[in-house]
């Protein structure tokens, strides 16, 4: 994807929603939500002055191994991969909104000539630029994508949303217990812990925590936030 992408999809305004379709979402946050259950992922990868390549995930901190960086690049790579397949397949549909214009669907056509891993946010047409829509970016039914999303890992072997992801909610079920452990007295909130928790655990979203909260807060005493359970 060039620099011109980019700077279209970030300066064009989208709708909020279409006629029949209702509410939509830019192709890029889609990815951003499969790939690391967020709705973006601003990280920041420069060169020291050694040479090497630095890493900084949206949080501000360093990604410090090479491992890391690698989980995260295929972590997108895993969720363009399968959103390429859906696409292509039928299984979502895309659509664009040319100004002054009618909502257009892309056609699935048009998926057999992108790479799978290397989705661009704007549409670049079949035949030529000159092609109708070409040059907007590409949205996605909010709708249809959560409910395609919620059943990726039953369709597809592994860790749909990404290799680390799993971990990452493992890591926040383990982060739960102890932090349980030191607030005996239940004075943290759900959303303290919440907040904390995204911030420390690479990897994690707001999906994956709720995940990870309700598989370990009830037996933990914390049904409601920050409050024992009612006998």
Known sequence: MGDDDWARVHTTPLPASLPDIGPVMALE????????DKPSYDAEVYQNAAG?????GPNGKLVPSALERATLIEQYRTAARNMHAALLGGGLLSYLAPENGQPLAVPRL????VHPERLSPVYRGISSTTDLGAGCPILLSRQTFDEWRDELPSQIDGSARGPSLASAEHQCKEWLLKRFTEDSDHKRGRESFQTAALEQINGLGQRGFKRAWD??????????????PKR
């Not at 048009?110 to 000539?113: A, G, H, K, S, V």
């Open 29 to 36: 946050e889609a990815l951003c939500w499969l790939a690391y």
């Open 215 to 228: 598989t370990v807060a009830r037996d933990a005493g914390r049904s409601k936030p920050g409050r024992k």
């Open 52 to 56: 090497d390549f630095v890493v900084t």
């Open 110 to 113: 048009y998926w057999n000539r």
